[in-house]
Structures are given as structure tokens and as C-alpha cells.
T-cell receptor, first 112, second 114 residues
């Protein structure tokens, strides 16, 4: 069974641009969560989607948004990029509430 | 709000040494507690978890016991190997699996020397 797949693996953008990251969950998983990992702040929860609905949300500004499609694939979008958005963005999928999370290898975003 | 505190390291040990990585937490209610491991260039993998007080999670020789009285979930291993070198994260969640959002500690970088 394929694991959680995140694309692209690396991304370089400039300030003010927007970016879209993609996550394909493990087959059959309906929950997808997103995390930001930085050296300073560590791992922080962005949001979680289940069956195309955002169910939980962390404490990030509205520039960070996401969506989930009917096949459970998810995208997150960051608009008006700032230097501080440089981070590893991790996606995790699970069958649902109370089930184990499986993480992807992440997308490394660099904002110049 | 919820928070997790753990030693950041790096922690350097010799092979076959005993390992303890401390983790304490602050939470309302009765959270589930987790240890995740991140190898270089990879995402996080669940190492073990405990969902209620006095539960012991164990996997691959690692153990941690949910101590409600001391709000702790320390990770231990009796004899570490070079292959255990990685970053270890303590985390908590209000749900059993963490889909509602995990709160992570800053991570402990473990280096095992042969």
C-alpha cells in the first residue's frame, strides 16, 4: 500500500507570491491534516479535513487555507508569502477519529 | 491551552547505553500522549502512544508510561543502537489518534555513537 505522498518535494518562491502544496493520503483514509515545521517554532498544526470538510483548525492567519477533494486528496494554499513561511510542510492521513496518523515526507518551502 | 515540554538536546550516547528523554505536558482534560520519531529526510512515524493514566506504550524496545500525577510521559530504552539516531517528538491530543490536531514538543535530537 502506498504511503502518504506530498508534491512537490522542494519549492522556492519569492515574497508576495502564492503557493499550492498537494497531499495524496493513503488509500481509504478520509482524514488529512497539515502541519508546519520550522526550527524556531517546531511542529504546529494548521488544519484537518475529513470528507471534504474542515473539521479542526490551528492558530494560523487566513493566508493559510486548504481544501479536500472527493477522492480525499488535499491541497493547502499560502497566499502573499512571507519570509517566515519558509518551512517543511507535513501532511498526515488517517482513517478518522482516534485512528493512527501516517505522515508524508513533506514539502520543503523556501521563500526568498 | 495545551503544551508539551521536552529536552531539546542534542543528546549524545554510546551504543548500548540507557536512554531517557523527559517529556512533561500541560492540558485540560485527559489527553492521549504520543512519541513520534523523525529520521533524516523523512516524515514522522508514530513510535508509541498511551491513551489513559498508567497506560504503558511500547514499541521496538522503547517504552513510556502515562503519569497523570506528574503530567509526564518519559521515553526510555534499555540499550540504544546507532540506528536509533533520530529526532524524537513528544505530543498530545484531545482525541485518541490525533486527527484533531497534535500539540508537539520541540523535539530531541538523539545521536548514538558506535
Amino acid at each position: 500500500k502506498a504511503g502518504v505522498t506530498q508534491t512537490p518535494r522542494y519549492l522556492i518562491k519569492t515574497r508576495g507570491q502564492q503557493v499550492t502544496l498537494s497531499c495524496s493520503p493513503i488509500s481509504g483514509h478520509r482524514s488529512v491534516s497539515w502541519y508546519q515545521q520550522t526550527p524556531g517554532q517546531g511542529l504546529q498544526f494548521l488544519f484537518e479535513y475529513f470528507s471534504e470538510t474542515q473539521r479542526n483548525k490551528g492558530n494560523f492567519p487566513g493566508r493559510f487555507s486548504g481544501r479536500q477533494f472527493s477522492n480525499s486528496r488535499s491541497e493547502m494554499n499560502v497566499s502573499t508569502l512571507e519570509l517566515g513561511d519558509s518551512a517543511l510542510y507535513l501532511c498526515a492521513s488517517s482513517l478518522g477519529e482516534g485512528e493512527k496518523l501516517f505522515f508524508g515526507s513533506g514539502t520543503q518551502l523556501s521563500v526568498l | 491551552g495545551n503544551s508539551v515540554t521536552q529536552m531539546e538536546g542534542p543528546v549524545t550516547l554510546s551504543e548500548e547505553a540507557f536512554l531517557t528523554i523527559n517529556c512533561t505536558y500541560t492540558a485540560t482534560g485527559y489527553p492521549s500522549l504520543f512519541w513520534y520519531v523523525q529520521y533524516p529526510g523523512e516524515g514522522l512515524q508514530l513510535l508509541l502512544k498511551a491513551t489513559k493514566a498508567d497506560d504503558k506504550g511500547s514499541n521496538k524496545g522503547f517504552e513510556a508510561t502515562y503519569r497523570k500525577e506528574t503530567t509526564s510521559f518519559h521515553l526510555e530504552k534499555g540499550s540504544v543502537q546507532v540506528s536509533d539516531s533520530a529526532v524524537y517528538f513528544c505530543a498530545l491530543s484531545d482525541s485518541g489518534g490525533g486527527a484533531d490536531g497534535l500539540t508537539f514538543g520541540k523535539g530531541t535530537h538523539l545521536i548514538i555513537q558506535p
